[in-house]
């Protein structure tokens, strides 16, 4: 089965630097990989994906890139501030697996200002 | 909308007891899923359903038991509650427009303490 690996698993920064975190996969069949972000106390939320026909994804301040070849993604917040600090997990989804996401362990990220 | 709803939010048992975490979805969706999220471990899948009628064993399923009865429903059942079971447990949905992609919409939480 897919085996998803976080890299780091804490991660502080300064407000305003970048952010950066990586993630590799397992299984070359993976085709869609999502991020969830979970503030203290709350439920995950989805934040960006992107699908494996795709390179790079940006959303605002956001952004998430894809290298199939060495089967790995990595997720890039810029102009971090402090509701940026949150556990952030990865996930990816193993085509024809219904419905099943592979979580990361997490990174939990504290933007100090 | 509600979203999803999860009963209780908190319980804490004695080892041995029995009990029902109740996931309710009102965005007609199709899929639905229960995770457990402990320290350093991410969010592990424990049973999954892809429609009413029909459920499957995620990564952790030993020690639970769920049922789909209604396609809004998704309960999950401990019948012998064990103090590796205490956890944080989260009930999911999605609706799946493709075989490669979907958002998983997920519940508040429910706390689950074990004595």
């Known amino acids: 089965g897919e085996n998803v690996e976080q890299h780091p698993s804490t991660l502080s920064v300064q407000e305003g630097d970048s952010a950066v975190i990586k993630c590799t996969y397992s299984?070359?069949?993976?085709?869609?990989f999502p991020w969830y972000k979970q503030e203290l106390g709350k439920r995950p939320q989805l934040i960006i994906d992107i699908r494996s026909n795709v390179g790079e994804k940006k959303d605002q301040r956001i952004a998430v890139t894809l290298n199939k070849t060495a089967k790995h993604f990595s997720l890039h917040i810029t102009e971090t501030q402090p509701e940026d600090s949150a556990v952030y997990f990865c996930?990816?989804?193993?085509?024809?697996?219904?419905?099943?996401?592979?979580f990361g362990a997490g990174t939990q990220v504290v933007v100090t200002p | 909308n509600a979203g999803v709803t999860q009963t209780p939010k908190f319980r804490v048992l004695k080892t041995g007891q029995s009990m029902t975490l109740l996931c309710a979805q009102d965005m007609n969706h199709e899929y639905m899923y229960w995770y457990r999220q402990d320290p350093g471990m991410g969010l592990r899948l424990i049973h999954y359903s892809v429609g009413e009628g029909t459920t499957a064993k995620g990564e952790v399923p030993d020690g639970y038991n769920v049922s789909r009865l209604k396609k809004q429903n998704f309960l999950l059942g401990l019948e012998s509650a064990a103090p590796s079971q205490t956890s944080v447990y989260f009930c999911?949905?999605?609706?799946?427009?493709?075989?490669?992609?979907?958002?998983?919409?997920f519940g508040e939480g429910s706390r689950l303490t074990v004595l």
């Open positions: 999911a949905s999605s609706y799946f427009r493709d075989r490669s992609s979907g958002e998983l919409f």
């Open positions: 996930a990816a989804h193993r085509r024809g697996d219904w419905g099943k996401l592979q």
């Open positions: 299984d070359s069949a993976s085709n869609y």
